[in-house]
């Protein structure tokens, strides 16, 4: 079984903190992702990498950076929190191209 | 650009009850696949099934099926027999060849009363 982990589920952040939120897969998986969830507006993809140091902007990067320096590891970064970035972040993991996504379970993010 | 619509943001069900769930999307490309996922209450986000848009047949997953219809652009999902543990938010997904990305729709909360 696929496995994605993220290192906090609930985290509470002061504005202008920098937050690191971590992801891990053990499937050797090509391909990982980050979302955000917001009621009302689904999934919004943040930042995606396909391969080690490499990535790609999402939908919506403003305020996000991402890094990958191990094929297992993808780390979100927020550089200076706001309250608008509370949200629940989801990570997610795929072995290539047109594959099946596979998510963690999430970590609930407040600025305060 | 891709867009997918839920326009059920909630629905319910009887247990026992077949319930379907919407979805319709909009696309220029002729090859692309489809999802759709459960997230139950606090827990992790899973697959219940995937659909290539070349096959013509029904994609099925036990109880799960789904009503693909590639020139409507639609692509709903019917839950039979409802469970207590189908409760959750299912979200539809689009996925295209030529990317990487998933574009999901806004979801769509099921409840499952006994």
């Known amino acids: 079984d696929v496995k994605v982990t993220q290192s906090s589920r609930y985290l509470v952040k002061r504005t202008g903190e920098k937050v690191f939120l971590e992801c891990v897969q053990d499937?050797?998986?090509?391909?990982m992702f980050w979302y955000r969830q917001d009621p009302g507006l689904g999934l919004r993809l943040i930042y995606f990498s396909y391969d080690v140091k490499m990535k790609e902007k999402g939908d919506i990067p403003e305020g996000y950076s991402v890094s990958r320096e191990k094929k297992e590891r993808f780390s979100l970064i927020l550089e200076s929190a706001s309250t608008n970035q509370t949200s629940m972040y989801l990570c997610a993991s795929s072995s290539g191209q047109q594959e099946t996504q596979y998510f963690g379970p999430g970590t609930r993010l407040l600025v305060l | 650009a891709q867009t997918v619509t839920q326009s059920q943001p909630e629905m319910s069900v009887q247990e026992a009850e077949t319930v379907t769930l919407s979805c319709t999307y909009d696309?220029?490309?002729?090859?692309?696949?489809l999802f759709w996922y459960k997230q139950p209450p606090s827990r992790q986000m899973i697959l219940v099934i995937r659909?290539?848009?070349?096959?013509?047949q029904n994609a099925t997953e036990n109880r799960f099926s789904v009503n693909f219809q590639k020139a409507a652009k639609s692509f709903s999902l019917k839950i039979s027999d409802s469970q207590l543990g189908d409760a959750a938010m299912y979200f539809c997904a689009y996925g295209s060849y030529n990317t990487d990305k998933l574009i999901f729709g806004t979801g769509t909360r099921l409840q499952v009363f006994p």
């Open positions: 499937m050797d998986h090509e391909n």
């Open positions: 659909q290539e848009a070349y096959k013509q």
């Open positions: 696309t220029s490309e002729s090859d692309y696949y």
